[in-house]
């Protein structure tokens, strides 16, 4: 399996609280009128005709939704153009629409403020405060701050996009970068890959530490401390205590991440040597076949169980090949999971405007992303297929972005998002589950028989060096980028608080001494392109919990690694319940509705990952684990 990105992020408008986005034009559909300006900003607060009383908050939070639709749509459009086509010229206009996007949700922010001690009903009320808690990256309320803002994010973005190093004589992207580091077992070529990806962030330093100036500036006038906060405030429950709760789950799942970090590490020192691997400490990170080391599927052949007998088994993109599959079926098979479940399937523009496979003849984002032209129906995916088994998950992953939503579309425009970030994440993360067991490749026709209980193992050390090698790395992106919100972790210190953080929580180190100008945290795409991370933490507990519970609703009693729900309408029907709430109310109740579980639960982790971590427990004895010194 080639796990080259942590796929998938649903894309937002910059500074919008709905998720929305764009639909490319093609031949024989008719392009929007190409002189129609720019929704116009909404009134300051002194001008505004919407009295602080329940009536006049009433009126002024519709009169929000019916403007931030609007640019919305409008914003995506140039989104989607840039993304899909990077020019000087599709950079400028982006970020034009960025800055006119990021004031307009400032000032609707802003003016929200005035009906805090008005009384008003409960989802007028929870409506204010999303208008306050959507913004990602808030300007302040000044001449040139949210231009300046949105210069600031079209060039980091675009850096990261267009980034290219020298490898072996020739300028590569990363996409070759991810292949090679992905199949490379030369110590000596992985840290020249893993180091020479790294290359193209230095440059980002000065305008990332910028930008996080404005932004805090920008949450401060909105009544928190700083940007971190103001991400943390957006769960439902107090920062401080959210920060905590993640804390308590990282706690829950902690020992087994080192369970498997020890077995990981013991393979790599008897593959390498104590000179490249030694066998205590900490793992040297570009070992990992992984270009951020988040996920260590690629290194299976490596780490592989020893007593599994040669040739036993079966390479999903071997069965892919074999099939003949293209990128479009590739996505038309994740179409047909949800379809099975009585979902309805995508909507014809689906496919005449997503970009599936990459352009030959332009710059493009290959980031894997979902995107919602209208917060309607018009629903996208913007990838670079390549026929394996990584992106055979991921097509199964960004389907259900979309699905999503769909499915929440009938609500008032606030309330167009998932319950939180995590869940939208989780819920193609949760068909994902089903879409990688041998008992949907079997139902599918790729798998001609289901395996014995022999393949437990290698199955589930398979998914743990994807699902349980993510945890640390979903949980220290963010805890580094709170850090530098706070001031804790100032420019000059980026670097080492980023190293540190691989330490301290998944127990890696760099290849080499790195740089003194290094900004290593801009070579993950997250970082330039300011997308929240802890909600990549939250969908790898909460598909679990979602997997569990849909398994137990579906009648499975055999082992949680086997079930598939493909074809379960009952399920679906469910799911889809819980889908179209949307953001309307808390997330613990959209949990509730689903599972019958109020809160976070990552115990249906240890239940499914159970049998691997006996067995780890077993090949670890008598070796030192864990990286402290």
């Known amino acids: 399996m080639k796990r080259q990105l942590m796929a998938a992020v649903a894309v937002c408008a910059l500074g ?3 998720c929305v986005t764009v639909k490319s034009w093609t031949s024989g559909s008719t392009p929007p009128d190409a002189a129609a300006p720019a929704p116009a900003a909404p009134a300051s607060a002194s001008e505004t005709a919407f009295p602080a009383t329940t009536e006049g908050a009433t009126a002024f939070v519709a009169d929000a939704e019916k403007r931030l639709m609007e640019m919305g749509e409008y914003v995506a459009r140039v989104q989607w153009v ?20 990021t004031e307009m949700s400032v000032q609707l922010a802003n003016e929200a403020a005035r009906f805090n001690d ?22 302040p309320n000044r001449p040139g701050a949210a231009a300046e803002l ?32 992905a199949e490379s077992r030369d110590p000596a070529e992985t840290k020249a890959l893993y180091e020479g990806w790294r290359t193209i962030s230095p440059v980002m330093r000065d305008d990332y530490a910028r930008m996080v ?19 943390r405030a957006g769960y439902d429950m107090a920062p401080d205590a959210f920060a905590a709760e993640t804390d308590r789950l990282w706690n829950q799942v902690k020992p087994f991440y080192e369970n498997l970090h020890c077995y990981v590490r013991g393979r790599l020192n008897a593959k390498y040597g104590d000179a490249v691997q030694p066998d205590h400490g900490p793992i040297r990170a570009d070992l990992l076949g992984n270009m951020w080391s988040q996920q260590w599927g690629n290194i299976y052949d490596v780490v592989a169980p020893a007593n599994v007998p040669a040739g036993q088994g079966y390479d999903l993109t071997q069965l892919l090949t074999r099939a003949n599959y293209d990128a479009t079926r590739m996505v038309k098979t994740g179409e047909g999971f949800y379809t099975s479940l009585g979902l309805a399937p995508l909507p014809d523009t689906f496919w005449e405007r997503s ?22 129906n018009d629903v996208r995916i913007k990838m670079c297929t390549q026929i394996n088994a990584d992106d055979f ?53 790729l798998l001609d028989t289901v395996p014995g209980a022999e393949e437990d ?86 598909q679990f919990q979602f997997h569990r519970a849909a398994c137990k609703m579906s009648g499975w009693t055999g082992p949680l690694h086997r079930c598939s729900i493909y074809g379960n309408t009952e399920v679906g029907r469910r799911f889809n319940a819980m889908m179209e709430m949307g953001q309307s109310r808390p997330w613990q109740e959209a949990m509730a509705a689903f599972t019958g579980e109020n809160g976070n639960d990552a115990s249906a982790v240890a239940d499914y990952f159970a049998p691997l971590n006996v067995w780890l427990t077993q090949q670890n004895r008598g070796k030192r684990c864990g990286w402290d010194n």
């Open 457 to 542: 193992i290698p199955f589930l050390l398979k998914m743990a060096l994807d699902k349980i090698a993510f945890l640390p790395f979903g949980l220290m992106v963010d805890r580094w980028r709170w850090d530098v919100f706070s001031g804790k972790t100032t420019p000059d210190h980026y670097n080492d608080a980023w190293t540190a953080n691989m330490l301290k929580y998944q127990g890696l180190t760099p290849p080499g001494p790195r740089p003194a100008n290094a900004f290593d945290p801009g070579a993950k795409y997250h970082i330039p392109g300011n997308t929240p991370y802890t909600r990549y933490f939250l969908a790898h507990i909460y």
């Open 82 to 101: 840039r993304a899909t086509n990077i020019t000087f010229d599709t950079m400028w206009l982006e970020s034009r629409a960025n800055a006119q996007a």
């Open 213 to 231: 100036a404005i932004a805090n500036e920008g949450s401060r006038e909105l009544g928190y401390a700083d940007t971190g906060a103001m991400w």
């Open 118 to 139: 008005v009384r008003v009903p409960a989802d007028v009320r929870r409506k204010l405060n999303l208008m306050r808690l959507g913004i990602v990256l808030p300007a």
């Open 150 to 181: 949105a210069d600031i994010t079209t060039r980091l973005d675009s850096t990261y996009a267009t980034g290219k190093f020298q490898f072996k004589g020739e300028q590569i992207t990363l996409d070759d970068a991810n292949v090679k580091i």
């Open 16 to 18: 919008l609280t709905g």
């Open 355 to 376: 970009q599936i496979t990459r352009p030959r003849d332009r710059e493009v984002v290959c980031h894997a992303s979902a995107w919602d032209l209208d917060n309607v």
């Open 393 to 445: 998950y991921t097509v199964h992953h960004e389907l259900g972005h979309n699905v999503y939503q769909r499915a929440y579309n009938q609500q008032p425009f606030l309330f167009r998002n998932g319950a939180n970030d995590g869940f939208h994440e989780a819920i193609g993360d949760f068909i994902g589950l089903s879409a990688t067991t041998p008992t949907y490749l079997n139902q599918i026709g």
